[in-house]
């Protein structure tokens, strides 16, 4: 079993469209978690930081459940740039590491 | 202010061959990472640095990988000999401590 586990891609949806993107992990030791975004060929980069509390960056909504080990990713009134891959990330304290999911695909269509 | 930077952007090399990627951190970062993907799967992580220290190697795939950092600052990853299954891309990361990490736009190696 993954470590990190996420919705299999790709989800394609019209623009305006509201979107989720589910992950779980299994290593209840885990300590920090993240979304970060892939386009197409380049490098990863953190989209936004996860927390319990859920918080909230425009129209990105992250959520944690702890006690289910549940990641959750809400995108609302998706662009068009918008399209990439989204990527469950989660870090351990010890060694530092981050542990990756392999990726959701969206692809936001006009 | 300057990102990771990784050379070089693409690597084509045949089986048995050495190749060396290189890293340059974000400038005060003492964290460095290593990480790699291959085709079809995650990103997985080979390594972590604290200054010119390894702090957890646990991911390098086996003897034939050698990572170094010199007086803490930039880094390498020797593949040596290079087999068909390193072929991917590999990502260096940078961070200060308990903070989160940038990446570098990775190494593509092909290995034929």
């Known amino acids: 079993r993954k470590e990190v586990e996420q919705d299999p891609g790709p989800f394609n949806v019209p623009e305006g469209a509201t979107v989720a993107f589910n992950c779980t992990y299994s290593n209840s030791a885990s300590q920090s978690f993240f979304w970060y975004r892939q386009d197409c060929r380049k490098e990863p980069k953190l989209l936004m930081s996860?927390?319990?509390s859920g918080n909230e960056d425009g129209r990105f909504t992250a959520q944690l459940n702890r006690a289910s080990q549940y990641i959750s990713l809400l995108i609302r009134d998706s662009k068009l740039s918008d399209s990439a891959t989204y990527l469950c990330v989660v870090f351990y304290n010890q060694g530092g590491k981050l542990i990756f999911g392999q990726g959701t695909e969206l692809s936001v269509k006009p | 202010e300057a990102g990771v930077t990784q050379f070089p952007s693409h690597s084509v090399i045949e089986k048995g061959q050495t190749v060396t990627l290189r890293c340059d951190p974000i400038s005060g970062h003492d964290n460095l990472y290593w990480y790699r993907r291959v085709m079809g799967k995650e990103i997985k992580f080979l390594l972590h640095f604290v200054k010119e220290s390894k702090q957890d190697e646990s991911g390098m795939p086996n003897n034939r990988f050698l990572a170094e950092r010199t007086g803490g600052t930039y880094s390498t990853l020797k593949v040596q000999p290079a087999e068909l299954e390193d072929s991917g891309v590999y990502f260096c990361a940078s961070s200060q401590i308990a903070k989160a990490q940038y990446f570098g736009p990775g190494t593509r190696l092909l290995v034929l």
């Open positions: 996860v927390y319990s």
